[in-house]
């Protein structure tokens, strides 16, 4: 109350007070302590500064997600070791998983690259490289019959795998009876003593191997319908990626069936056949212009067949085997090549049956010829 005079013990204590003040705030550097915190209010930090715990069972922790999880320094195991444990926990080929697993445009270059490759020419069937699920077929032929030589006879078939491995590679013997009048060296690599017994293959032998080779496998190519008729083969179409009939490589060519040689130098920066030819390293074009676009290729086939295919087919001696099929009877050659004046007609058994969504196996091809219209007018 105003005028009231406090007591002497009262004054000693406020002096005292006073005192202690000033000692507090001198031990403190003038900085006001802060209120204790509330536990239940006090909110966890994001991630903490402190040193890291480095017991076995500890997992590091580097960053706080916005959900409130935590994201592990420890990085995942790369993709060749997690590809091992899948072969050897699952039983799988090797060669199928890099398949399924490799998307990568660039890899084409590293994988598939002709110098990354030791070819071993005319070896017949590799003894451990793997075949897979892909395999891409290239024939080199020579010339019979009378000038221009037109007609084709083959000489040399070679396939590789999804990875451009070599998987079989063989010079043909030529049959019983025929004359070669063009070896076309120049292009086909092919002279003479290469198809001589004792270095060349019959052609039985080679026809058996390749057909087996090819079943239930998906066929990869360029302008394959020449090909396939010099092996006298046919496969099921819907098991056949053709990189001659792909759009996409078609625009440049206005429409028309692009060159290989051309495709491999704009697409995958190769050069190839620029003097003498190898079927081994044109095959190997062929599967890298088909690992490049093969989302694209793989979607023009479900929308022309479905997800399943066209079965049945003629094997040579008239035995019906499901799942087999000749190539379109609209297949062009590509640019490079000459027009064709065969009047013979391929036979598209099958066509109309069930389809399967498993590829069918490579059949002996059986001819008939094209029948003149007789009809009376």
């Not at 087919?313 to 590509?334: C, T």
Request: charged share 35%.
């Amino acid at each position: 109350m105003p005028g009231l005079e406090l007591s002497s013990n009262w004054k000693i204590l406020q002096a005292r007070l006073e005192a202690g003040k000033k000692a507090e705030a001198k031990i403190n550097g003038g900085v006001k302590r802060k209120r204790p915190a509330d536990p239940k209010s006090e909110r966890p930090r994001p991630y903490s500064k402190g040193p890291k715990a480095t017991g076995d069972n500890s997992i590091p922790l580097t960053k706080r997600r916005k959900t409130g999880s935590y994201i592990s320094s420890t990085s995942a195991p790369a993709p060749a070791e997690r590809h091992a444990t899948l072969a050897k926990d699952h039983d799988i080929d090797p060669t199928d998983i890099h398949a399924a697993f490799d998307r990568s445009p660039a890899s084409n270059t590293i994988v598939l690259a002709n110098d990354a490759h030791n070819d071993e020419i005319n070896a017949g069937l590799h003894p451990t490289n793997k075949s897979g699920k892909y395999l891409s077929l290239d024939c080199e032929m020579v010339g019979t019959g009378p000038p221009p030589h037109a007609d084709h006879l083959l000489a040399r078939v070679s396939l590789v795998n999804y990875h451009g491995q070599q998987i079989y590679d063989s010079y043909v013997q030529t049959p019983a009876g025929t004359k070669v009048t063009d070896y076309r060296t120049s292009v086909s690599g092919i002279r003479p003593h290469h198809l001589l017994p004792g270095t060349a293959r019959p052609f039985a032998e080679v026809q058996r191997t390749i057909s087996d080779l090819l079943e239930t496998r998906i066929l990869v190519g360029h302008a394959l319908k020449k090909d396939l008729e010099v092996l006298e083969l046919k496969h099921r179409t819907r098991d056949v990626r053709d990189t001659s009939r792909y759009s996409g490589y078609r625009i440049e060519s206005k429409g028309k069936p692009p060159a290989l040689r051309k495709l491999a130098a704009s697409e995958l920066g190769w050069k190839i056949q620029e003097g003498e030819h190898s079927s081994i390293e044109d095959a190997r074009a062929a599967m890298g212009l088909f690992r490049k676009r093969k989302g694209e290729i793989e979607g023009e086939v479900v929308r022309k067949y479905g997800n399943g295919g066209p079965g049945g087919g003629k094997k040579k001696g008239g035995d019906i085997k499901a799942g087999a099929a000749e190539l379109g009877e609209d297949d062009e050659d590509e640019e490079d090549d000459d027009e064709e004046g065969d009047e013979e007609l391929e036979t598209l058994d099958g066509e109309d049956d069930d389809a399967t969504s498993k590829p069918g196996p490579a059949q002996v091809k059986k001819k008939r010829k094209k029948k003149k219209n007789t009809r009376r007018k």
